[in-house]
């Protein structure tokens, strides 16, 4: 057994494809005490396909605050945990950060566990400019304040990445083509699994295609940056 006593592992895990998982976190995740997971069902699919019989806990946005010190103080007597989000990268918009602050201050060894990402995923076949970008997670689901939190972006000239819902997708697209205008966008869905999906064009033709049809599965969404004048010089 290679994994050190009280140490947390951040564990990246596929945001679809099951094959899309490191030779490294298969070993940690067999060799841990302890799996914390966002959501327990999903992660026992992943172990069942792989056949590793580790236990679980659940550690999710509605227990992550009462969990957090009865992990810390597992860590503590020298057990092993390894923290898996649905899919992806762990903290990345998901459950995990005051578990990964506890951890910090009590001085508990953490160690990352890279893999994949659907932020970086959906970045990379994107098409923009990504000498340098944004992630900005979820906006709020409320209109007004989206608006706001897109007027502040619409003056940012990186490549702006975001997650969004499928209930909310075409109000997202709507309040992005009113603050910022027609841009560059990319909207991907579902990477990685039967059903991906990669559009690319501008808002408009978005907002029109996804209103044809309902949209479903998760959403990565690219924007494009302002164009400055100088951008052209």
């Known amino acids: 057994m290679n994994t050190p006593p009280g140490t947390l592992y951040l564990v990246s895990t596929p945001i679809g494809n099951l094959e899309d998982i490191t030779l490294r976190a298969l070993r940690i995740l067999e060799e841990v005490d302890l799996i914390a997971a966002e959501d327990t069902r999903q992660t026992r699919r992943l172990l069942t396909h792989y056949n590793i019989q580790t236990p679980l806990t659940s550690y999710f946005e509605g227990n992550e605050q009462s969990k957090c010190d009865k992990l810390i103080e597992r860590l503590r007597t020298g057990e092993t945990i390894a923290l898996v989000s649905d899919a992806g990268t762990p903290i990345i918009s998901d459950p995990g ?8 201050a009590a001085e508990i060894p953490i160690v990352p ?8 995923a959906a970045a990379s ?3 923009l400019p990504l000498h340098n970008f944004t992630f900005e997670g979820f906006l709020s689901p409320k209109s007004a304040k989206r608006k706001r939190q897109l007027s502040t972006l619409a003056v940012e000239g990186r490549t702006l990445i975001l997650f969004e819902s499928p209930h909310r997708l075409c109000r997202f697209l709507e309040d992005v ?9 990319v909207v991907t869905r579902e990477l990685t699994k039967q059903f991906e999906e990669i559009f690319r064009g501008q808002v408009s033709a978005a907002l029109e295609k996804f209103q044809r049809t309902t ?8 924007i494009a940056g302002e164009r400055r004048k100088s951008d052209n010089s």
Do not use: H, K
Request: aromatic share 6%.
């Open 125 to 127: 076949i994107s098409g």
């Open 113 to 120: 566990i890279p893999g994949a990402s659907a932020a970086i």
């Open 177 to 185: 083509l009113e603050v910022m205008g027609e841009r560059d966008i």
């Open 97 to 104: 950060y005051p578990l990964l602050r506890g951890c910090i």
């Open 215 to 222: 949209p479903r599965g998760e959403f990565t969404v690219v």
